[in-house]
């Protein structure tokens, strides 16, 4: 079981950008995904999540700014980010809680990161 995170890259402040997340291997059901982010000499800190059922949450930070969309057909994630500021500027991972087996509890996948930088 793989997490692939792609679309980061370099944008203005004020401006938007869209990160994606494919999951990709044999599992039996996904439960919750989300998104964090560590900022260069910072802890790893949630941006947003999102339950199975579909019930999102976000950080303060992110609150307005940043949408979290999940295909659940396509097992992907995305996260529409938009009003960037400098701040938002981090290594952006993916997650989420796969069950391999119905007989086995979900255990989380981190995706190998995706750089964002915001230009002030």
């Known amino acids: 079981v793989q997490l692939q995170a792609s679309g980061g890259g370099l944008v203005q402040a004020g401006g938007s950008l869209t990160l994606s997340c494919a999951a990709s291997?044999?599992?039996?059901?996904?439960?919750?995904m989300g998104w964090y982010r560590q900022a260069p000499g910072k802890g790893r800190e949630l941006v947003a999540t999102t339950t199975a059922s579909g019930t999102s949450h976000y950080a303060d930070s992110t609150k307005g700014r940043f949408t979290i969309y999940r295909d659940y057909a396509k097992d992907t994630l995305s996260l529409q980010m938009n009003s960037l500021k400098s701040e938002d500027t981090a290594v952006y991972y993916c997650?989420?809680?796969?069950?391999?087996?119905?007989?086995?509890?979900?255990?989380?996948?981190w995706g190998q990161g995706t750089k964002v930088t915001v230009s002030s």
């Open positions: 997650s989420a809680d796969i069950l391999r087996s119905y007989t086995y509890p979900p255990e989380k996948y």
């Open positions: 291997g044999t599992f039996f059901r996904i439960d919750d």
